[in-house]
């Protein structure tokens, strides 16, 4: 194979108290082409390398069980480092304990190429080794929108002047080859500046009380948008998040039913995410989202696994869309325990009826998983960033030329 040069310049150490499995280990690593080998015997005698060594090691092939300082208390001392290598996990422990071993990691931010049984094989080391260079580009990403700092005049003002706008992400079939909705995601834009997240000011307008504002402004400008796109002869469902704090609000159906009927769209065009927290309030959250079904508009109970009460909720509201959070997508196609709890929830949202969507995909790997398990749509990169209205369309067009191809 051939090697990256991350791996060529800075090498592999390879750490287990047994002698055989590490010499076995270093053996295999060098079968694959690698050259610059270390090996240490427990997690005190690693720290020590890693603290001397020069150039750090690129990658650390880590046991879990080792007396003394054990894998997982040497990963936490790793996570310190001003450099971290990048961690393969090599254990023989049941695949459960090496799932949770990797959602670790990946939660402390760390470099992880993967995890394998004892013993490695040859195809499985050099197959995460090949991978070395993803987590390290050639280039710096491109940072997120950080927080903004808003007053509440700011936002109060930003209303009153259509500065808060909706972008579109789209929601692409899994098994039709198109592109059969979106979500609309409040974005503040302010002339000449990159729009303002909404981390910036939702939790504002929801202490404040501008919620239920905000939210049928959104509607209003997705409405239009819908009469745009109905009569180009494109026919879309768009999505709108309902706020906690808006669900108490009893003008609220009222609001979004006649303002609905004005602009002469169907309410099946419409479907309102809601997670479960919106549902504490209870008698005031179940009469909304009651009236709101009853007129014919869809519900979604989003980002589901993520809490607690889902399946509560699930018996108490007639939902017809289970958004499947993306902690239980990613990386589903790699995590056999993961790829199980996926399974289940979509299994359960077709035998509930309802839409199953899947959040945060991200790779085509993900995306033939959740093909091949039924998953009705999904939403994430892999098909689009969330873009302007205007750009939509356009987006829809490129995408679905694409979606063949997955």
């Known amino acids: 194979?051939?090697?990256?040069?991350?791996?060529?310049?800075?090498?592999v150490l390879v750490v287990d108290d047994s002698d055989v499995q590490r010499a076995y280990t270093i053996d295999v690593l060098r079968k694959i082409g690698v050259t610059r080998i270390t090996e240490a015997n427990d997690g005190y005698v690693a720290l020590a390398r890693l603290h001397t060594l020069s150039p750090m090691p690129s990658v650390i092939v880590v046991d879990l069980e080792m007396p003394m300082m054990d894998g997982i208390e040497l990963i936490h001392h790793i996570a310190g480092l001003d450099s971290q290598p990048a961690l393969i996990v090599a254990s023989g422990r049941e695949s459960m304990?090496?799932?949770?071993?990797?959602?670790?990691?990946?939660?402390?931010g760390l470099p992880m190429l993967g995890a394998l049984p004892k013993p490695v094989t040859e195809a499985g080391l050099a197959g995460?080794?090949?991978g070395l260079e993803n987590l390290f580009p050639a280039t710096p990403a491109v940072p997120g929108p950080k927080a903004v700092q808003v007053d509440i005049a700011d936002l109060r003002n930003a209303l009153a002047s259509d500065h808060i706008v909706p972008f579109f992400q789209p929601k692409s079939s899994l098994h039709l080859h198109r592109v059969q909705g979106a979500e609309a995601l409040a974005r503040w834009v302010v002339p000449g500046q990159p729009p303002i997240p909404p981390a910036s000011f939702i939790e504002l307008a929801e202490r404040e009380g501008l919620m239920p504002d905000l939210t049928l402004t959104i509607l209003d400008k997705v409405l239009v948008r819908l009469n745009a796109w109905n009569a180009s002869g494109?026919?879309?469902?768009?999505?709108?998040?309902?706020?906690?704090?808006s669900l108490g609000d009893k003008l609220?159906?009222?609001?979004?039913?006649?303002?609905t009927e004005a602009a002469q769209i169907d309410s099946h065009q419409i479907v309102f995410e809601v997670t479960e927290s919106a549902m504490m309030q209870e008698s005031a959250a179940l009469?909304?989202?009651?009236?709101?079904?009853?007129?014919?508009?869809?519900?979604?109970?989003?980002d589901y696994g993520t809490g607690?009460?889902?399946?509560?909720?699930?018996?108490?509201?007639?939902?017809?869309?289970?958004?499947?959070?993306?902690?239980?997508?990613?990386?589903?196609?790699?995590?056999?325990?993961?790829?199980?709890?996926?399974?289940?929830?979509?299994?359960?949202?077709?035998?509930?009826?309802?839409?199953?969507?899947?959040?945060?995909?991200?790779?085509?790997?993900?995306?033939a998983l959740l093909r091949d398990l039924g998953c009705n749509l999904c939403q994430g990169y892999l098909v689009s960033r969330p873009v302007p209205g205007d750009e939509l369309p356009a987006v829809i067009t490129e995408a679905e030329a694409r979606l063949p191809t997955f």
Request: charged fraction near 20%.
């Open 1 to 11: 194979m051939q090697l990256p040069q991350k791996l060529l310049t800075g090498g």
């Open 97 to 108: 304990m090496l799932d949770s071993v990797q959602a670790m990691i990946h939660a402390m």
């Open 128 to 130: 995460l080794l090949a």
């Open 234 to 245: 494109r026919h879309l469902s768009v999505a709108i998040n309902l706020s906690p704090t």
């Open 252 to 259: 609220l159906a009222d609001a979004i039913i006649q303002r």
């Open 287 to 302: 009469r909304t989202l009651l009236r709101l079904r009853l007129r014919g508009f869809g519900l979604a109970i989003d």
């Open 308 to 367: 607690f009460s889902s399946m509560q909720q699930l018996s108490q509201v007639p939902f017809s869309e289970l958004k499947i959070d993306r902690s239980l997508v990613d990386g589903a196609h790699r995590r056999p325990h993961l790829r199980t709890i996926l399974e289940s929830a979509i299994e359960m949202g077709h035998r509930l009826g309802m839409t199953t969507v899947a959040e945060g995909v991200e790779t085509r790997e993900d995306w």
